[in-house]
């Protein structure tokens, strides 16, 4: 099992900035892929970020240039830097990780809520 904790939400003004943190403890020596996932209002969960642990990176096309997700091995720690929100990333943010090859996540955080106000 891999636990995933997600700290960082809240609320922001359009054209500000926030950090989203999620730990992982657990079998994470079998992660592959870390990353996040958001489901806005009246949405389907869509991928925001993905990076797996050789370094690869994969961003929706709506967030690219805006947010950068990296990772801190050492705390089995990936972030999610967001700059430039706009109203439209409101939603609720999920952290994510696989341990296996199916094409979604194996495990998902709790979800913490990114509201951004015009």
């Known amino acids: 099992q891999v636990r995933l904790v997600e700290s960082g939400g809240g609320l922001v003004q359009a054209g500000g900035s926030l950090r989203l943190s999620c730990a992982a403890s657990g079998i994470i020596f079998r992660i592959t892929e870390m990353g996040w996932y958001r489901q806005g209002p009246g949405k389907q969960r869509e991928l925001v970020a993905v990076?797996?642990?050789?370094?690869?990176?994969n961003y929706a096309d709506s967030v690219k240039g805006r947010f950068t997700i990296s990772r801190d091995n050492a705390k089995n720690t990936v972030y999610l830097q967001m700059d430039s929100l706009k109203p439209e990333d409101t939603a609720v943010y999920y952290c994510s990780a696989k341990v296996t090859s199916a094409n979604l996540p194996d495990y998902w955080g709790q979800g913490t809520q990114v509201t951004v106000s015009s």
């Open positions: 990076t797996t642990t050789s370094g690869a990176t």
